[in-house]
């Protein structure tokens, strides 16, 4: 028995050693896995939720079939895994995940205590209040001494003590671990309102059983940049994460499409030549293959696509989440 | 003579050996798997650090002490140890009661109580608790009716919605300072009489007088000094603080919220379905000869069993009673299933706003480890007064 338990001890111990002494890059680890892991929502319309078809659907979810089509040229080799915003930073540290692409909002403390690296802002956001219409609430200001669900382990949850604190008025919050219990509590009356990011709102506000008895008001309470994270200490995957979500707002601005793509392939543009992998080497140095675009695009689509397919459906408004050349805040480093 | 045994063959040499070899590989590998996460946390720019304890938290709670969210990551933490303590407390008073009564009544003669008590058990005790909690706060959030279509029970005492269950409490009120004094006299004074008439004569039957006696000088002096503020003031010391509906919310009396009503309730029924099993067979473990004999003394049925067979079946009951007891305290951390905020929800919390999760985990598990070695130190000392005495 003991000698049993000894040769078990040694076993697990040199599983540990190796591991430690082989320690590959994430790249290296995704292309010899076959696939990606991508931590996402575990339900929230329009950014992560699984269709009838069993499948994973979403603006967040297309943004990591995309990374795949780029390494892969295969955008379903991914493994989605779905997270509450509990789990999320510690499966993304414990190397459960290889990106985190789930609406997570870039914060500073995040960035550097948490150990993580945001590539880049891929939907720009703002926690905003759901009120059922009738109560006549016509701001946060009305609010006083009101009960508030909102999930547990988000910025949301700061923000909104922030707020209330701001405005001298006093609050009771409800903290719920996902957005399916925050959001049934809500519709039962057990709160006199829900605060989550604007998105978020609209979203959930399709699955209540009277969803034209809410409103949101129009009070914008923080910003909420949301973009995919990764882990400290991989620059090259953080490259890649990065110039995979800045080719797709590229991609948009050239006007290139996954149904025009085709049209594409004797472009005499040099920019576009350069982007799609015709000239330039451009996914070499990335450590990628020269055309990882033209494989997104084939594969996936462009931001604009992503946002009609997946946000469009939930009446959320482009806004600010628009190119710049069309008055947005999208804007991509040059592809060069 | 034969030669001294070498070490090698000795058996006791050899067994100490094989205990320290063993003992330093547990503690090697222990070294190895702590030194490798430190090294990778340091690595991953994550260093262990308890510095962001006394920082502000920046979120409210619900329910528990007051909080505000300027307070400090600490206090957020003291006020959900407070939480799991009463959720604790509260849970192990009443699966005790609830636990007794079941068990008491699966060894009833009457046939309908007997079958109730034994589907009450079956059913509580075979379905995971998570799906209890789950239950019956979906129960409560979805039939209650909503804050203001709720009913008023007792005259308005009593206000019921899926806000919670809100009731009349006492409250002290502006001459509470005028009566304070009576109620420490009134102590003082109960104290003296229990401590002098038990001084004077010993034996059972004057210790109960001795108790009542003291009972009634402390009462007496309490509504003497209760009417008197009453009179001279034309304002009661403690009055009734009646909840009604204002604002978003219910004000006064004290509010039972939905969240803490569920996880109680789960606790208590699961616990208690365990509990009624270990009564049961404290009871059966007595010899039969026990209550005949007493019957065969001319006690009454019910004497036969609270001064015969329950003190006897307490010593089964009370080891395997504290592992309920036990259990319990540690799955009131599911209270983050329905939105309670225990140590464990909140602590949660603070380790996503700060990403310590090293020091987050100590922090809960000595927490909770300290509260399961208080109860079951408590429990041992009462099994240890209750253990047969031999000589």
Redesign the interface.
């Known amino acids: 028995m ?1 000698r049993r338990h ?1 040769c078990l ?1 040694v076993v ?2 040199t599983v ?1 050693c190796t591991t ?1 002494a082989l320690a590959q890059t994430t790249l290296e680890t995704v292309k010899s896995r076959g696939k990606l892991v991508c931590g996402v929502n575990t339900g929230l319309a329009g950014f992560a939720t699984v269709g009838p078809d069993g499948k994973w659907y979403g603006f967040d979810v297309d943004y990591c079939r995309a990374l795949a089509a780029a390494i892969f040229n295969d955008a379903d080799k991914v493994e989605f895994r779905p997270l509450t ?2 789990a999320r ?2 499966a993304l ?1 414990a190397k459960e995940i290889d990106v985190l692409s789930r609406n997570t909002t870039w914060t500073l ?2 960035d ?4 993580l690296n945001f590539a880049v802002i891929l939907f720009y956001d703002g926690q905003g209040l759901m009120v059922p219409a009738k109560t006549q609430v016509k701001s946060a200001t009305n ?5 508030i669900c909102v999930q ?2 988000t910025t949301t ?2 923000n ?3 707020y209330f ?1 701001r405005l001298q008025i006093k ?7 996902t957005i399916d ?1 925050t959001y ?2 809500y519709d ?3 709160c ?1 309102a829900v605060t989550s990011d604007v998105s978020q709102l609209l979203a959930q506000k399709t699955t209540l059983k009277q969803p034209n008895d809410h409103v949101v008001l129009a009070d914008v309470m923080s910003k909420e940049p949301l973009g995919p994270a990764v ?3 991989d620059d090259q995957w953080l490259d890649i994460i990065k110039w995979v979500a800045f080719g797709l707002i590229q991609a948009e601005e050239f006007g290139v499409t996954s149904k025009n793509i085709g049209s594409f392939a004797d472009t005499k543009d040099p920019n576009i030549r350069r982007f799609l992998g015709a000239e330039g080497g451009l996914g070499t140095m990335l450590g990628l293959s020269d055309d990882f675009m033209a494989r997104v695009m084939r594969l996936v689509g462009n931001y604009g696509e992503l946002f009609e397919r997946h946000l469009q459906p939930l009446h959320l408004a482009r806004g600010v989440n628009n190119l710049w050349t069309q008055g947005g805040l999208l804007y991509a480093p040059p592809f060069r | 003579m034969s030669p001294p045994i070498p070490f090698y063959r000795n058996v006791r040499v050899l067994a100490w050996l094989a205990q320290v070899t063993f003992a330093l590989g547990v503690v090697g590998l222990g070294w190895l798997l702590l030194s490798t996460m430190l090294g990778n946390l340091q690595k991953q720019g994550l260093p262990i650090s308890f510095a962001f304890l006394p920082q502000p938290a920046g979120f409210g709670i619900s329910e528990g002490l007051p909080f505000q969210p300027s307070q400090s990551y600490l206090t957020a933490f003291g006020v959900g140890v407070v939480n799991t303590l009463r959720a604790a407390v509260t849970g192990i008073i009443l699966a005790t009661l609830l636990g007794i009564g079941t068990g008491v009544a699966r060894l009833s003669h009457n046939w309908l109580l007997e079958r109730l008590a034994t589907l009450y058990v079956e059913t509580f005790r075979n379905v995971p608790l998570l799906l209890w909690l789950v239950f019956t706060y979906a129960a409560i959030r979805d039939t209650l009716p909503r804050l203001r279509e709720g009913p008023a029970l007792l005259w308005g005492t009593v206000l019921m919605s899926n806000r919670g269950i809100a009731l009349a409490w006492p409250q002290t009120s502006a001459t509470y300072h005028a009566f304070q004094p009576w109620l420490l006299a009134g102590l003082g004074v109960g104290l003296g009489v229990w401590g002098w008439m038990t001084f004077r004569r010993r034996g059972a039957a004057s210790q109960r007088r001795a108790l009542g006696c003291s009972l009634a000088v402390c009462v007496a002096l309490w509504t003497s000094g209760f009417l008197w503020t009453w009179m001279t003031t034309h304002l009661p010391p403690v009055v009734w603080s009646v909840p009604h509906i204002a604002g978003f919310n219910y004000q006064g009396g004290i509010v039972l919220s939905p969240e803490f009503a569920a996880l109680l309730f789960g606790l208590v029924v699961y616990t208690a379905s365990f509990i009624a099993e270990i009564v049961r067979a404290g009871i059966l473990a007595v010899p039969k000869g026990q209550g005949e004999a007493a019957r065969a003394l001319g006690l009454s049925d019910r004497q036969t069993f609270v001064l015969i067979i329950f003190p006897q079946a307490l010593r089964v009951i009370i080891p395997p009673l504290i592992n309920q007891y036990l259990n319990l305290t540690k799955n009131s951390s599911l209270a983050i299933a329905v939105g309670y905020p225990d140590l464990f929800s909140i602590g949660l919390t603070i380790n996503n706003q700060t990403g310590q999760a090293i020091p987050f985990v100590v922090m809960i598990m000595v927490t909770y480890l300290s509260m399961s070695l208080l109860t079951s130190w408590i429990l041992n000392l009462l099994n240890r007064r209750l253990a047969l005495k031999t000589r």
């Not at chain 1, 550097?112 to 150990?115: E, M, N, P, R």
């Open positions: 003991l000894v001890a697990a111990c540990l430690i915003a509990q930073f510690t540290q403390s995040r550097t205590s948490l150990g609010l006083d001494g009101a009960t547990s382990g949850e700061l909104l003590a922030d604190r609050f009771t919050p409800v903290v719920f671990e219990q049934a509590a039962s009356g057990r006199d882990r400290h200490g």
